[in-house]
T-cell receptor, first 113, second 112 residues
């Protein structure tokens, strides 16, 4: 079974631009969560989508948004990029029920200049 | 507000030794405690997880010890191997378990 895939793997943007990252979950998984990983703040939860609905949300500004499609693929968007948005963005998928393992993708490394 | 505190930040262990990483949490509503292993350039991978109704769980060389009254849990890696050299994260979640709060990570190096 194929793992979680994320595209693109690397991205360079400038301040003020917007970016869209994509995540394809493991087949059959209905939950997709997004995390931001930085050296300073560590791993932080952004949001979770389950069956096309946002089910959980972290403490990030409204510039960070996401959506999920009927095939469970998910995208996250960051508008008006800031230097501090430079990070590894990780997507994780699971079946969506309690205690089910979240499987992480390799991440998209975003650099904002 | 850091809800899960992890220590040590880095750890060097000799091959065959025991690696111990500790975490403490504040939110008593947490009811799912996984440990993840991350290698450079890769996403985190689940190692082992525990729920608060169990005090210990063992899977192969990995053991979680859980102390509900102290709000602490730890990962023990027995017979540590160079291939175990990675960054380890503890985490905690409530309810559905998909909103993970991570510790700050421990960089483990196992020397020959």
């Amino acid at each position: 079974k194929a793992g979680v895939t994320q595209t693109p793997r690397y991205l360079i943007k400038t301040r003020g631009q917007q970016v869209t990252l994509s995540c394809s979950p493991i087949s059959g998984h209905r939950s997709v969560s997004w995390y931001q990983q930085t050296p300073g703040q560590g791993l932080q939860f952004l949001f979770e989508y389950f069956s096309e609905t946002q089910r959980n949300k972290g403490n990030f500004p409204g510039r960070f948004s996401g959506r999920q499609f009927s095939n469970s693929r998910s995208e996250m968007n960051v508008s008006t990029l800031e230097l501090g948005d430079s990070a590894l963005y990780l997507c994780a998928s699971s079946l969506g029920t309690f205690g089910e393992t979240q499987y992480f993708g390799p991440g998209t490394r975003l650099l904002v200049l | 507000q850091q809800q899960v505190k992890q220590s040590p930040q880095s750890l060097i262990v000799q091959k065959g030794g025991i690696s111990i990483i500790n975490c403490a949490y504040e939110n008593t509503a947490f009811d799912y405690f996984p440990w993840y292993q991350q290698f450079p350039g890769k996403g985190p991978a689940l190692l082992i997880a525990i729920r608060p109704d169990v005090s210990e769980k063992k899977e192969g060389r990995f053991t979680i010890s859980f102390n509900k009254s102290a709000k602490q849990f730890s990962l023990h890696i027995m017979d540590s191997q160079p291939g175990d050299s990675a960054t380890y994260f503890c985490a905690a979640a409530t309810g559905g378990g998909n909103k993970l709060t991570f510790g700050t990570g421990t960089q483990l190096k196992v020397e020959l």
